[in-house]
């Protein structure tokens, strides 16, 4: 894992841009104006880019069979709502990952 890669402040950056795709898709979804598998797979490239930073330490549960699922059929709205999940989990999961590393470190 990369402790440098989930400080507070890069993972906020990270969830700022999520919540801006977020809000895209779900106008696309309510609009059903073709836009969102577009904006689904830019959402999924920047999951995929979280990943490869903070390490697949930082996935939640099952993350890589929800990712899988969510690649294969990005426009449905299901998908969506997995991403949107796998992303707060993740959020969750990086503030434990740091809190434990501050721990470990003060311990020493």
Known sequence: MNIEAITKEKIDAWFTEWQELEGKIHIAHDTRNGEAKGLMEAAIVLFDHLVEEGGDE?????????????KAKP????????LGELFKETKKRTARLRLQATKNNSNR
């Open 58 to 70: 930082i996935l939640p549960i099952n993350g890589v069979e929800r990712l899988a699922f969510i």
């Open 75 to 82: 426009g449905q709205y299901a998908c969506y709502r997995q």
